[in-house]
């Protein structure tokens, strides 16, 4: 079956700390990939995507995230968290042919200490 | 533009009781998802309607009917609610674009079943 897998549950971290969260799916052709992040109470915001060329996407906010189709990752990153990034990372794949469904991991919890 | 919105954003319900959750878009996208968010176990997709007067089950359909009762609204109503339906339920919508497809998120239903 189609999975999509965050390697970290709970990250924290100080301000000023680079990031990176992990995402590993599946085998299942072509994909295409997102990122979508929840603030405290808040509903899912697209954080970025990619669908094809540059394996390096970068989204708002100052988050970037890189393809690397063979490793079947798609892994986020910032350079440096402030304490508003505190908030639960998703990520997401829709399997091309999926009928559109997007299979999405099952979060990371960012906590960022000012 | 409100985008996805829906009601209501809290809900108590005893054992047994029904109730229907509204949502709405006025992105006139084609395609619309209800999922439900359970702690640690990100989102999973409940129903989606690919187009308008289509609807298929997701990955956890049981114990819910959906309605797409035209473009712009699809409804989820729990027919007779269990304490395993507490969760929090998004509505997604997409233009449903065979490649580049993105879901947008309402804010999202907390509901509790006593």
């Known amino acids: 079956a189609q999975s999509v897998s965050q390697h970290n549950h709970h990250v924290i971290l100080s301000e000023a700390a680079s990031l990176e969260l992990g995402c590993n799916y599946s085998y299942g052709g072509t994909v295409n990939l997102f990122w979508y992040v929840q603030y405290p109470g808040q509903h899912l915001q697209l954080l970025l995507k990619?669908?094809?060329?540059?394996?390096l996407v970068k989204g708002i906010k100052g988050f970037e995230a890189e393809f690397i189709k063979s490793k079947f990752s798609f892994n986020l990153r910032k350079p440096s968290v402030q304490w508003s990034d505190t908030a639960e990372y998703f990520c997401?794949?829709?399997?091309?042919?999926?009928?559109?469904?997007?299979?999405f991991g099952k979060g990371t919890k960012l906590s960022v200490k000012p | 533009n409100a985008g996805v919105t829906q009601t209501p954003k809290f809900q108590v319900l005893k054992t047994g009781q029904s109730m229907t959750l509204q949502c709405a878009q006025d992105m006139n996208h084609n395609s619309m998802y209800w999922y439900r968010q359970d702690p640690g176990m990100g989102l999973r997709l409940i129903y989606y309607?690919?187009?308008?007067?289509?609807?298929d089950k997701g990955e956890v359909p049981n114990g819910y009917n959906v309605s797409r009762l035209n473009k712009r609204e699809f409804s989820l109503r729990l027919e007779s609610a269990a304490p395993s339906q507490t969760s929090v339920y998004f509505c997604?919508?997409?233009?449903?674009?065979?490649?580049?497809?993105?879901?947008?998120f309402g804010p999202g239903t907390r509901l509790t079943v006593l």
């Open positions: 997401a794949v829709k399997f091309r042919g999926s009928q559109g469904n997007l299979i």
């Open positions: 309607s690919a187009s308008e007067g289509t609807t």
């Open positions: 990619y669908f094809s060329g540059d394996p």
């Open positions: 997604a919508s997409s233009e449903a674009r065979a490649i580049a497809d993105t879901q947008y």
